[in-house]
């Protein structure tokens, strides 16, 4: 059994949604959670963010709320950048995870910039249940969120019940509860950016290139 935790990144303005995933082997889970707490206990110890704290990429990267008792890293979006980078090198480095990111593009309005989510996210269960068949495993799928939007649980209930491999409805939690739908967020957020290359963001373009030897599809797919 593999646990995939899922999170998306994008805007409508953008017209990009992108979803991106952390795969974990059920065996490999609490040894790779240690490695990540340990990395919280060092944000706390040295910057003041406690392990309760959300690590909210878009807001994290971008200096805003307070996540630290130190005022000083709060104000600073170069420190902020640094502790976020750090995490991603946490879990670059657990060779047992692997990731993946997909995304599409819509220039529509809102209810366009929905649907083309809900598509993005079908073509992710579809590849990831495709995947899963092949390795002779299966998945449950954990997001973040309350499970009122039924779109998604369409999108597993759409797989063929006599093969299926990702098992059950989405898992919904929200991420400010789960260290791995933060981790799955850092991912997202880092895929969205190399796939915007916004002159803005150059700081974060090089952050998703890290994870290649783990990206199952080598990078981000557009679907």
């Known amino acids: 059994m ?59 990267t971008n200096g805003r709320g307070r996540p630290s008792c130190n005022d000083q890293f709060n104000a600073s979006k170069a420190v902020r950048r640094r502790v976020f980078e750090r995490g991603l090198e946490v879990l670059a480095a657990q060779s047992e995870v692997q990731v993946g990111s997909v995304y599409g593009r819509t220039t529509g309005r809102r209810g366009d910039y929905r649907d083309e989510r809900m598509r993005v996210y079908q073509e992710l269960i579809r590849l990831l249940d495709e995947r899963m068949q092949c390795r002779g495993e299966r998945a ?38 789960s260290h791995w739908l933060q981790m799955a967020d850092m991912v997202a957020y880092s895929a969205y950016q190399e ?19 783990q990206d199952v599809l080598g990078g981000p797919w557009q679907v």
């Open 2 to 60: 593999r646990l995939v935790y899922v999170d998306d990144s994008g805007t409508e303005i953008s017209g990009i949604a992108c979803f991106s995933w952390i795969e974990v082997p059920e065996q490999v889970w609490s040894p790779v959670l240690g490695a990540w707490l340990d990395y919280r206990d060092d944000l706390w110890r040295h910057h003041g963010v406690g392990k309760t704290v959300e690590i909210h990429s878009t807001s994290f």
């Open 195 to 213: 796939v915007l290359a916004h002159p803005s963001k150059a700081f974060a373009h090089d952050w998703y290139p890290r994870f290649r030897p």
């Open 140 to 177: 449950l799928v954990v997001m973040d969120g309350d499970g009122t939007d039924s779109g998604y649980a369409v999108a597993h209930r759409a797989l063929r019940r006599s093969t299926r491999h990702v098992v059950e409805d989405p898992l919904f939690q929200h991420s400010d509860r």
